[in-house]
Protein backbone atom coordinates (compact mmCIF):
# COMPACT_ATOMS: atom_id res chain seq x y z
CA UNK A 1 0.00 0.00 0.00
CA UNK A 2 1.29 3.25 -0.69
CA UNK A 3 1.18 6.16 1.71
CA UNK A 4 -2.00 8.05 -0.03
CA UNK A 5 -3.49 4.86 0.03
CA UNK A 6 -2.60 4.47 4.06
CA UNK A 7 -3.77 8.22 4.54
CA UNK A 8 -7.11 7.35 3.09
CA UNK A 9 -7.47 4.28 6.01
CA UNK A 10 -6.72 1.44 3.70
CA UNK A 11 -7.53 -1.31 4.27
CA UNK A 12 -10.61 -0.56 6.79
CA UNK A 13 -11.98 1.96 4.31
CA UNK A 14 -12.07 0.12 1.04
CA UNK A 15 -14.77 -0.30 -1.02
CA UNK A 16 -13.38 -2.10 -4.18
CA UNK A 17 -10.10 -3.61 -5.25
CA UNK A 18 -8.59 -3.66 -8.79
CA UNK A 19 -5.35 -4.61 -9.73
CA UNK A 20 -3.40 -1.30 -10.24
CA UNK A 21 -6.43 0.76 -8.04
CA UNK A 22 -8.31 1.04 -5.51
CA UNK A 23 -11.89 2.52 -4.51
CA UNK A 24 -11.78 4.14 -0.57
CA UNK A 25 -14.34 6.16 1.18
CA UNK A 26 -12.80 9.31 1.62
CA UNK A 27 -12.89 10.11 5.52
CA UNK A 28 -13.96 13.73 5.10
CA UNK A 29 -17.58 13.06 3.54
CA UNK A 30 -17.59 16.49 1.23
CA UNK A 31 -20.97 14.98 0.24
CA UNK A 32 -22.60 11.70 1.13
CA UNK A 33 -20.43 9.02 -0.74
CA UNK A 34 -17.21 10.73 -1.02
CA UNK A 35 -14.57 8.30 -2.72
CA UNK A 36 -10.64 8.36 -3.26
CA UNK A 37 -9.73 6.80 -6.19
CA UNK A 38 -6.01 6.19 -5.62
CA UNK A 39 -3.28 3.82 -8.10
CA UNK A 40 -1.61 1.54 -6.13
CA UNK A 41 1.82 2.27 -7.64
CA UNK A 42 4.25 4.94 -6.76
CA UNK A 43 4.11 6.97 -9.22
CA UNK A 44 2.96 10.71 -9.15
CA UNK A 45 2.62 11.97 -12.15
CA UNK A 46 -0.46 10.84 -14.01
CA UNK A 47 1.61 10.22 -17.10
CA UNK A 48 4.07 7.90 -15.72
CA UNK A 49 1.17 4.97 -14.03
CA UNK A 50 1.49 2.78 -16.99
CA UNK A 51 -1.36 1.62 -20.13
CA UNK A 52 -2.72 -1.13 -17.82
CA UNK A 53 -3.48 1.31 -15.40
CA UNK A 54 -4.86 3.44 -17.53
CA UNK A 55 -7.05 0.98 -19.15
CA UNK A 56 -8.45 -0.47 -15.61
CA UNK A 57 -9.26 2.72 -15.27
CA UNK A 58 -12.04 3.05 -16.99
CA UNK A 59 -13.44 -0.10 -15.42
CA UNK A 60 -12.83 1.54 -12.11
CA UNK A 61 -15.06 4.64 -13.14
CA UNK A 62 -17.71 2.36 -14.44
CA UNK A 63 -18.05 0.98 -11.59
CA UNK A 64 -17.71 3.61 -9.31
CA UNK A 65 -20.79 5.59 -11.08
CA UNK A 66 -23.40 2.22 -11.26
CA UNK A 67 -22.23 1.37 -7.77
CA UNK A 68 -22.74 5.34 -6.38
CA UNK A 69 -26.21 5.25 -8.49
CA UNK A 70 -27.19 2.06 -6.82
CA UNK A 71 -26.33 3.61 -3.07
CA UNK A 72 -27.98 6.70 -3.58
CA UNK A 73 -28.77 8.30 -6.88
CA UNK A 74 -26.11 11.98 -7.37
CA UNK A 75 -27.13 14.58 -9.60
CA UNK A 76 -23.53 15.14 -11.20
CA UNK A 77 -20.41 13.25 -10.06
CA UNK A 78 -16.60 14.90 -10.20
CA UNK A 79 -13.18 13.60 -10.30
CA UNK A 80 -10.79 15.63 -8.87
CA UNK A 81 -7.22 14.66 -9.60
CA UNK A 82 -4.94 17.31 -7.09
CA UNK A 83 -1.98 15.55 -5.51
CA UNK A 84 -0.82 18.27 -3.63
CA UNK A 85 -0.67 17.06 -0.50
CA UNK A 86 -0.40 13.60 -1.33
CA UNK A 87 1.38 12.47 -3.80
CA UNK A 88 0.55 9.19 -5.40
CA UNK A 89 -1.95 9.24 -8.25
CA UNK A 90 -5.42 9.84 -7.31
CA UNK A 91 -8.95 11.08 -7.99
CA UNK A 92 -11.22 13.04 -5.11
CA UNK A 93 -14.22 11.10 -6.11
CA UNK A 94 -17.90 13.31 -5.39
CA UNK A 95 -21.23 12.63 -6.15
CA UNK A 96 -23.19 15.83 -5.88
CA UNK A 97 -26.57 16.84 -4.89
CA UNK A 98 -28.84 19.32 -5.08
CA UNK A 99 -30.65 18.21 -2.42
CA UNK A 100 -29.37 17.58 1.38
CA UNK A 101 -29.06 14.04 2.34
CA UNK A 102 -29.70 12.01 5.15
CA UNK A 103 -28.06 8.88 5.86
CA UNK A 104 -26.98 7.17 9.42
CA UNK A 105 -28.31 9.84 11.58
CA UNK A 106 -26.42 12.42 9.60
CA UNK A 107 -27.34 15.58 7.62
CA UNK A 108 -24.89 15.65 4.48
CA UNK A 109 -25.27 19.30 2.39
CA UNK A 110 -23.45 19.61 -0.71
CA UNK A 111 -22.16 22.74 0.60
CA UNK A 112 -20.63 23.64 -2.83
CA UNK A 113 -23.72 22.80 -5.28
CA UNK A 114 -23.98 23.98 -8.08
CA UNK A 115 -20.14 25.21 -8.39
CA UNK A 116 -17.33 23.87 -7.19
CA UNK A 117 -17.60 21.35 -4.49
CA UNK A 118 -16.45 22.30 -0.90
CA UNK A 119 -13.63 19.55 -0.47
CA UNK A 120 -13.47 20.77 3.50
CA UNK A 121 -16.88 20.75 4.20
CA UNK A 122 -19.18 17.28 5.64
CA UNK A 123 -18.39 15.29 8.75
CA UNK A 124 -15.01 13.50 9.05
CA UNK A 125 -16.14 9.72 9.54
CA UNK A 126 -14.09 7.72 12.39
CA UNK A 127 -14.47 4.29 13.06
CA UNK A 128 -16.65 2.40 12.71
CA UNK A 129 -18.89 4.60 11.00
CA UNK A 130 -15.95 4.90 8.12
CA UNK A 131 -16.30 1.08 7.93
CA UNK A 132 -19.91 1.12 8.18
CA UNK A 133 -20.14 3.40 4.89
CA UNK A 134 -17.45 1.22 3.23
CA UNK A 135 -19.70 -2.04 3.65
CA UNK A 136 -22.50 -0.22 2.70
CA UNK A 137 -21.25 1.17 -0.28
CA UNK A 138 -19.67 -2.47 -1.09
CA UNK A 139 -23.44 -4.48 -0.59
CA UNK A 140 -24.81 -1.32 -3.21
CA UNK A 141 -22.33 -2.32 -5.36
CA UNK A 142 -22.90 -5.79 -5.50
Known amino acids: ANATMIKFGYPDSLVREYEHWVVLVRPQQATLGAL ?8 QAFSDIGGAAHGELQQAVGDIERGMTAFRPYDKINYLMLMMVDKEVHF ?16 YEDAGW ?19 LADALKKAWA
Open 114 to 132: PALPNLGAGPTLQQPALAA
Open 92 to 107: HVLPRYAQTQDYDETT
Open 36 to 43: VLVCKGEA
